[in-house]
């Protein structure tokens, strides 16, 4: 378990952070605004559980996802390297095999789409929009961070799967799909 003691330190006043590995980069660069993305989005699921208290299940797969996200940020903050002093935390191939199992049962049950869907509906459901895009970005981030340097292929799986996961999951909030937004072409001109 992480222990925190403190939480200012002042080692990022000159506009560097410290990764898992020790290792200093600027606060700018690929990997802190691909893990960054990610805990922000972290942060959208954990306003979207304000609207899921009592929901059960719903409730308890996106406290899942939050824990799984942890994952994911520790596994972005920790650069791939030889021989390190400790096994680093990795998002895992059954990670990813959860979330599609998931999305396979919601779907099962979800309205067929007649069109593209706008963010909203329930305020689950928009927050869960909110976060998906958010992923998305954290997405983009991790696949530029990947031309440079390595990045776990199930990192960047995980959140692909994840933003297919918070849009199937808000359909389903959505009193599967019948409470969708949908976008009207033109509507309008």
Do not use: C
Not at 1 to 29: C, F, N, P, Q, W
């Amino acid at each position: 378990m992480v222990r925190l003691t403190r939480i200012y330190t002042r080692g990022g006043d000159a506009g560097e952070t410290s990764l898992g590995d020790g290792s200093r980069v600027k606060k700018h660069s690929l990997r802190p605004e691909a893990y960054g993305s990610v805990d922000e989005a972290n942060s959208v699921i954990g306003l979207a559980r304000l609207h899921t208290t009592g929901a059960g299940d719903i409730d308890e797969m996106l406290a899942r996802i939050q824990n799984d996200l942890f994952d994911l940020g520790a596994d972005l903050a920790t650069p791939e390297q030889e021989n390190p002093k400790w096994e680093p935390l990795r998002v895992g191939a059954a990670q990813v095999e959860r979330l599609e199992r998931e999305i396979d049962a919601m779907n099962e049950t979800l309205k067929p789409l007649d069109s593209f869907i706008l963010p909203g509906g329930k305020p689950a459901a928009a927050y869960l929009h909110l976060a998906r895009t958010v992923i998305r970005r954290a997405e983009r981030a991790m696949t530029a961070l990947a031309e440079q340097e390595p990045v776990g292929a199930n990192a960047i799986k995980f959140a692909n799967r994840l933003s297919d996961h918070l849009f199937v999951l808000a359909r389903h909030i959505n009193d599967d799909g019948a409470a969708d937004v949908l976008w009207v072409p033109g509507k309008n001109r």
